[in-house]
């Protein structure tokens, strides 16, 4: 059977929720570089904004950011929505309290950023109730049968909707960034974490399952370059999912 039929469920360096140090911040840095120019960041960011545009003016939202990693997402976000929600509030989300510290100092230029260290399977975090949810990179990390249980919880506790943008598990995908962080990286854990993301990554199969089990009907699932799945759900009762 090709390693490419079914997901990967081999742990990954940064699934261990103590590791720390140089190792961690480097892997960080290097993730914010491969998303910026492989253009990774604008398939949340539009999945953001064709969520919301639906929506009368909204002055004020409460986004969470799951597995906020640096937070570099939560400053792209800042400042496309600024101009338009200027009592936005945004949380970073992340089980790794050493990732949070470090974002904590990444982000220390925008006020209205904070960050919560979490575990979102906790039923204290699964009471917390937000905005919009998003997930860019983050639940391939998980089983099957786990991302059922995020959703259906996600489905009551994002009160507009919730973005993800995540791997399409594909062979192209995973030769290339096998080639260009052996080359590039300068981080052990990118090299050793990066190729097994896209194996640990979805089919649209495979993810068109796990919304059906969870009972979310009301979704978009679009393919986005390079190799990305962008999900923007509906949790809204008077939203319309984009066609």
Known sequence: MSRFAVRSHAPEIMDDLQCAGEVVHQTLRELDFINHWLGGNRVTLKGLSLLIRNQNKIESVHIADLGCGSGEMLKLIHRQLKATSPAIQLTGIDANPNIIAFAEKHCASVANIHFKAADIFDPDFQKHVFDIAIATLFLHHFTHDQLVNVFRTLKTQARIGIVVNDLHRHPLAYYSIKILTRLFSRSAMV?????????????????????????????????????????????YENSLPER
């Open 191 to 235: 090299r050793y974490d990066a190729p097994l993301s896209v194996l640990r990554g979805f089919s649209r199969a495979e993810i068109q399952q796990m919304l059906t089990e969870a009972g979310i009907e009301r979704y978009t699932l679009r393919w986005r370059w390079a190799f990305r799945w962008q999900l923007i759900i509906h949790t």
